[in-house]
């Protein structure tokens, strides 16, 4: 199993607000972590520190590899890969033509020998990617004529597409309904059980709850909870900050049902 990230004492400051204060979180290799907070609580910022969209203090070690110092592309050529909440995939490229836009990630020398024998043959990975997901069977299909869920699929299939040690994902499930949310949990838990380390952020507690190994809560840019599925869900800070009226109702969705 590998190393995985550890983000160690991530801070993030707009003037005087403190939108992520010192936030410790690990992510092993083959485990799906969830961080899940009211809005507002810094979940999207911790996501964009991290992958070093906007300054931060503290460390991120990827696998042993520091890469607290370097721009977002040099933190995505190491392997750390992000999802958007906003759906962009390319609708006047096939399925498998937006993941071979970013499986192939040719350096200098790569680049060269495409101009000279053209591009390289992207086609395995595409379809390996597709089929861990399910969606081989949409590989020459447009997205435009795809639902919001396989779009959604898709949008996930194509950060897969580039091999990342590390995917962070933020808010696949928006605007999913419950047979489409219920879907991408299980898939997501398929990508696990084949190694990778994979963060998700997302309000919907039936999948948070269901699918993550491990979940970080965030309240105010600060971790207020951490633990198992389990003792989040009856954890009295949780409830308190995030939950509320809906503990009932959280507590009542069955594992099973994913």
């Known amino acids: 199993m590998s190393a995985g990230l550890q983000a160690k004492g991530i801070s993030v400051s707009f003037g005087g607000v403190h939108a992520v204060d010192n936030v410790d979180l690990e992510v092993e ?3 799906l972590v969830g961080l899940i907070g009211p809005n507002g609580a810094g979940k999207t910022t911790f996501i964009d520190a991290i992958t070093g969209f906007v300054p931060a203090r503290g460390s991120v070690v990827l696998d042993d590899r520091d890469l607290s110092k370097l721009p977002p592309h040099e933190r995505a050529r190491y392997g750390l890969a992000r999802t958007w909440q906003s759906i962009e995939l390319f609708d006047d490229l096939t399925v498998g033509e937006n993941l071979a836009v970013c499986a192939e990630r040719p350096g200098l020398w790569g680049t060269m020998k495409e101009l000279f024998a053209g591009p390289a043959d992207a086609t395995s990975a595409v379809r390996e990617t597709l089929e861990v997901l399910g969606l081989d069977t949409l590989i020459d299909e447009s997205p435009a004529d795809l639902p919001q869920g396989q779009r959604k699929l898709v949008g996930v299939a194509r950060a897969l597409a580039a091999k990342p040690r590390l995917l962070l994902l933020d808010e696949p499930a928006a605007g999913l309904d419950t047979s489409e949310t219920r879907e991408l949990g299980a898939r997501l838990r398929r990508v696990a059980e084949h190694g990778l380390a994979m963060l998700l952020i997302d309000h919907d507690m039936g999948l948070v709850l269901n699918v993550c190994d491990y979940i970080y809560v965030l309240d105010f840019g ?10 989040i869900r009856n954890d009295p800070k949780v409830i308190a900050a995030y939950l509320g009226s809906a503990a009932t109702e959280v507590a009542d969705v069955s594992a099973e049902a994913l």
């Open 222 to 231: 600060v971790v207020i909870a951490r633990g198992r599925p389990e003792e």
């Open 29 to 31: 290799g083959g485990r």
